[in-house]
């Protein structure tokens, strides 16, 4: 069974960056996703990577995060730059994806594409 473990959260000051990593159990071709929970609001994507390396970002990330992975570590990256307050909240990676042109593909849009889900790490920004 697939397990996710998260790590690299913490606490920074608004302009910051963190990077934060998501380990994986095993080899494999899915696609990846960074979600977030802000407390007390419903879970947000962020950006998803597909088997193929190509990315999606929502809107409020762009131009500050960039998911990568790391085949040969079994590890998907998120590195936030320039943090916001608004930020704040557990980020989770999770894995799934559907068969499409050759690749997993996947999008931050799409949850319910997402079946494995990590433990989260916690990123606070402070202003």
């Known amino acids: 069974q697939l397990h996710l473990v998260e790590s690299g959260g913490g606490s920074v000051e608004a302009g910051g960056s963190l990077t934060l990593s998501c380990k994986v159990s095993e080899t494999n071709r899915y696609c990846y996703g960074w979600f977030r929970q802000i407390r007390g609001k419903d879970q947000e994507g962020v950006a998803g990577?597909?088997?193929?390396?190509?990315?999606t970002y929502v809107d409020s990330v762009k131009g500050r995060f960039t998911i990568s992975r790391d085949t040969a570590k079994n590890t998907v990256y998120l590195q936030m730059n320039n943090l916001k307050s608004e930020d704040t909240a557990m980020y989770y990676c999770?894995?799934?994806?559907?068969?499409?042109?050759?690749?997993?593909?996947?999008?931050?849009?799409?949850?319910?594409?997402?079946?494995?889900w990590g433990q989260g790490t916690q990123v606070t920004v402070s202003s």
């Open positions: 990577i597909d088997s193929d390396g190509s990315t």
């Open positions: 999770a894995s799934g994806g559907r068969w499409e042109g050759g690749k997993f593909h996947c999008s931050p849009h799409r949850i319910w594409e997402f079946g494995t």
